[in-house]
C-alpha cells in the first residue's frame, strides 16, 4: 500500500465512520515500532505503521485508523481526546476502532545451559558466560540458542 492509497483510505473510513472529512495528511512511517499509529496535535496530521498492514491485513489498519480518527476529530472539536477521556473511549466503541495495536516488535531471548546442574537460564540480554555462573549451583553457562517469540 502506498501513501497515497493510505490517504484515501483514511478520508474514506472519516467519511463513513465519522461523518466528518480528514483534511490533512496521513503517512506511513518507518520509524515506528512498537505503536500502531500516531496523532500529531501541532500538524494535525497522522502517521502509521506499514507493519500493522502488512502483518495483519487491511482490517487491522482500519482499527488503527479509526483509533488515531478518534483522536483528531476529537482535538479538533475541542474535546477530550486523550486515552484516559470517557468522550475517546466511548467514540472508539462507538466506531469500533481498536482499542491497543497487536503485537508488532519480536522480543528475542538467549538461552543458556548449565554444564553441572543442566538447568536452561534464558535471557534477554547476551551475557559474558566467563563472568557469570549458574544461580542454582554456580556450574559453568554455556549458549544454547536464541528464540525469538
Partial sequence: MTNQELQALVEKVSQESFRQPFCHRATFNNRLRTTGGRYHLKSHDLDFNQLVFEKYGKDELIKVIKHELCHYHLHLAG??????????KQLLKKTGGSRYTPPLATATYQVYQCQKCHQEVSRRRKIDTKRYVCGNCQGKLKFLKTIES
Fill in 79 to 88: 474535546r477530550g481526546y486523550q486515552h484516559k477521556d470517557l468522550e475517546f
